[in-house]
């Protein structure tokens, strides 16, 4: 069985708890790939540590094209990857030194898990929008209303 990475960037996790979100200093790395025996419109979301290719059980996602969403919390570098039906949340917090490409790697994301899975991919740069959030600096972020929801990043299956 083999894996095609469809998309791979330098992040660590976050985890929402009493509303404020606090990032795992932890150096890692997002990867969105497929592997040869998946339908067409499943893709797999890992986390895992930069020295390491091995995604665990706990930080692995298996996303349904179109059922996700993937948004910046606030002006922070904090994601969210959201599942539209359940409600469940899992964040990421950007770790490449250079901000200027967050945006883009948004859409991108968006791109490969948030098109139908007959739709053509068509940039979905209105999903990076900040959302109505704000941060407090440091490695915790407070969440505002309608922010809250249960705690992310274990997410998994």
Not at 23 to 41: M, Q, T
Not at 60 to 69: K, S
Request: a negative charge.
């Amino acid at each position: 069985m083999g894996r095609e990475v469809r998309l791979e960037f330098k992040a660590g996790k976050s985890y929402l708890k009493d509303k404020k979100i606090t990032s795992d200093k932890e150096k890692g790395r997002v990867i969105l790939f497929k592997e040869s025996d998946d339908p067409e419109h499943l893709v797999h979301v890992g986390w895992t540590r930069r020295d390491s290719d091995t995604v665990a059980d706990e930080d692995h996602l298996y996303v349904f094209r179109g059922e996700c969403e993937f948004k910046l919390v606030g002006r922070s570098r904090v994601f969210m990857l959201k599942v539209k039906a359940t409600g469940e949340k899992t964040f990421y917090w950007m770790q490449d030194p250079d901000s200027s490409g967050d945006e883009q790697i948004c859409i991108l994301v968006n791109d490969i898990i948030g098109a139908p899975p007959n739709a053509p991919l068509v940039p979905a740069a209105a999903q990076c929008a900040p959302e109505s959030h704000r941060h407090d600096g440091g490695e915790q972020r407070e969440m505002q209303s309608g922010g809250g929801g249960g705690e992310g990043g274990s997410g998994g299956a």
